[in-house]
Nanobody
Framework: QVQLVESGGGLVQAGDSLGLSCAAS??????????MGWFRQAPGKEREFVAA????????YYVDSVKDRFTISRDNAKNTVYLQMDSLKPEDTAVYYC?????????????????WGQGTQVTVSS
């Protein structure tokens, strides 16, 4: 059984920063072999790709709307992936989900991720 647990969401004002964490666990889950992604879903909208980091941490990917504001990173020793969000905007308001893809390289499509967290709410007020 694989578990992904997000934390760090909350209510902030536009221009503020917020850091999300996603801790992975599972008896046979080798975190270092999984590419990790962050997705978000705003009310009435489809889930969208936000950022991803390769299993080797050698490559990172971002949706254009968050480039230069968000930073994804991972700590394989702690089985944790992070999303640092700076210069937040009201349009960043959504539930943020982390997801895991085994040795994957197709980062932007949700269907390629086998495991998902329950999500954490991020609300940015104007």
């Amino acid at each position: 059984q694989v578990q992904l647990v997000e934390s760090g969401g909350g209510l902030v004002q536009a221009g503020d920063s917020l850091g999300l964490s996603c801790a992975a666990s599972g008896r046979t889950f080798l975190f270092s072999q999984y590419a990790m992604g962050w997705f978000r879903q705003a009310p009435g909208k489809e889930r969208e790709f936000v950022a991803a980091i390769s299993w080797s941490a050698g490559n990172t990917y971002y949706v254009d709307s968050v480039k230069d504001r968000f930073t994804i990173s991972r700590d394989n020793a702690k089985n944790t992936v992070y999303l640092q969000m700076d210069s937040l905007k009201p349009e960043d308001t959504a539930v943020y989900y982390c997801a895991a893809q085994w040795m994957g390289s197709r980062f932007t499509s949700a269907v390629n991720y086998a495991y998902w967290g329950q999500g954490t709410q991020v609300t940015v007020s104007s």
